[in-house]
């Protein structure tokens, strides 16, 4: 199990960027790892999900692709999700999560969840 703590969330214009992070306080190079957000009223949804020993992301929603980026850092046990040319509708609560690859080939969440970031995207 590792504790995740995710940051770098807060206000911004509609078409202005941010990056998330989440720390990891162990080892996350064996887990996949993803992000999620959650708007007011709406479920928690995955948005997009990095598979252990890769450096590149797969986005999950449609409305995300060309405009977030998963990446992360597995000498610092740090996740990323920088994001590009935000629009209203990415307003949420973002999460960060440790899980696996299912044979499906579909991201499984462990129940290993940060508190979460908020990002507002507003003028």
């Known amino acids: 199990q590792v504790q995740l703590v995710e940051s770098g969330g807060g206000l911004v214009q509609p078409g202005g960027s941010l990056r998330l992070s989440c720390a990891a306080s162990?080892?996350?190079?064996?887990?996949?790892m993803g992000w999620y957000r959650q708007a007011p009223g709406k479920e928690r949804v995955l948005v997009a999900y990095n598979p252990s020993g890769t450096q590149g992301g797969i986005s999950q929603i449609d409305s995300v692709k060309g405009r977030f980026t998963i990446s992360r850092d597995n000498a610092k046990n740090t996740v990323f999700l920088h994001m590009d040319n935000l629009k209203p509708e990415d307003a949420a609560v973002y999460y960060c999560n440790a899980g696996h690859i299912d044979g499906d080939g579909s991201y499984k969440p462990f129940d290993m969840w940060g508190q979460g970031t908020q990002v507002t995207v507003s003028s």
């Open positions: 162990g080892m996350i190079s064996i887990y996949a």
